[in-house]
């Protein structure tokens, strides 16, 4: 009689080993397309497991936390996050996923030319950053002390590229990663003696944030560079819109872009970074500019070049002389109010801006609206050089 106790008992226990060992080694997913779920700091196996269950990527719970149960023996745990799940998995792999922490990484695209405050719009939209405690992060330029002790702050040297970040990670993370970016490139991909000199980095990396803002043609830039590059031989204001663009940010410390053409205050506000006022370059980086333009630094075009105006279309005209560089003003001009002007018999959309002087749109919102005498030429003849 015992026996047959014991044997119908064991059946329904071996039925159930069974099932679990099945189920433990059985994929399954109730969902369609790609899953996001989000663990919570603090959050309980047995709430998981019901999360995980309700959510289709568990067919059952106990197997999950049988699992959980044994990994804790162990000193495993759940690491919260947010976890992407976008094919079938069984118990075993998802809690094995769950306490490895392979969290969901988000890609965060940083454009050749951002500066500090879009980069703070950026992780703000991706990863949910306050601005202001990001633009905090990149005013300790003791992170940078070891290659140029003498920096305001972080803006040129976080590298433009793109990221991958948790949803959690915090500004020191981007920060970090950005930086790390930057230090890499500088060792394995330019020259050597430019690590070995802060002043000269500097020098480099600022002169290609002021040419990265001037265009977004890769052939033009060693052009530009090697125009600014004679205007501070001869000690000429480089008279460069985006200095003047980054000067009012500072003073807004806005991580929205401007709109509209630089207005005569603008000009006239005497920062260290108005070209138009300072002869030389400003005292650091405007933006983090791109391999190409701070090769296009390390090495400008010679030439005898000293101004550039818009051809409106996404290029410049460059000329040697002032008089020169006037009629092709006059011209592009007078291709803008061409642009301007409505089709005949239509008044609609009289009264809207024209094109500007950098028809391709860059990180600063506001780049070249007014003619300079280093990039456009001047609009009262007294201001000539």
């Given amino acids: 009689m015992k026996r047959r106790l014991l044997l119908l008992a064991a059946v329904p226990a071996l039925a159930g080993m069974v099932w679990i060992i099945g189920n ?5 997913r109730a969902y369609s397309g790609n899953l996001i779920l989000v663990i919570e700091p603090g959050s309980h196996a047995l709430e998981v497991a019901q999360l995980l269950a309700s959510r289709g990527v568990l067919a059952h719970r106990l197997p999950f936390l049988l699992v959980h149960l044994h990994g804790r023996a162990r000193h495993h745990r759940l690491k919260a996050g947010e976890y992407l799940f976008d094919r079938p998995l069984n118990p075993i792999d998802v809690y094995r996923k769950l306490i490895r922490g392979d969290v969901y990484l988000h890609a965060v695209v940083i454009p050749e030319g951002s500066d500090r405050f879009d980069i703070a719009r950026i992780v703000e939209q991706q990863l949910g950053i306050s601005p202001d405690d990001f633009l905090s992060s990149t005013e300790q330029n003791s ?16 590298y433009p590229d793109t990221y991958r970040f948790p949803r959690t990670a915090g500004p020191a993370v981007v920060v970090t990663a950005m930086l790390g970016r930057f230090r890499r490139v500088l060792e394995l991909r330019l020259p050597p003696e430019l690590a070995r000199s802060p002043e000269r980095l500097r020098a480099t990396i600022t002169l290609a944030s002021l040419v990265e803002k001037e265009t977004p043609d890769p052939a033009e830039r060693p052009v530009i560079a090697g125009v600014f590059a004679r205007r501070l031989e001869r000690n000429m204001p480089l008279e460069c819109d985006p200095t003047v663009i980054y000067a009012n940010r500072l003073v807004r410390r806005s991580i929205s872009r401007s709109s509209g053409p630089i207005t005569r205050s603008e000009l006239a506000a005497d920062s260290p970074y108005n070209t138009y006022l300072h002869a030389g370059l400003p005292p650091g980086p405007i933006c983090s500019p791109g391999l190409v333009s701070i090769r296009a630094a390390l090495n400008p075009t010679p030439g005898q070049s000293l101004y550039f105006v818009s051809n409106n279309r996404g290029g410049h005209v460059f000329a040697n002389t002032l008089r020169e560089h006037q009629r092709n003003v006059t011209r592009y001009r007078r291709e803008v109010a061409a642009l301007r002007r409505p089709p005949a018999g239509n008044n609609e959309g009289a009264d809207q801006p024209g094109s500007t002087s950098h028809p391709s749109a860059r990180p600063s919102g506001r780049q070249g609206h007014r003619p300079s005498r280093s990039n456009s030429g001047q609009e009262e003849e007294t201001a000539h050089p």
């Fill in 143 to 158: 992170l940078i002390r070891d290659i140029d002790p003498g920096a305001l702050n972080l803006e040129g040297y976080l």
């Fill in 24 to 28: 433990l080694r059985r994929p399954y």
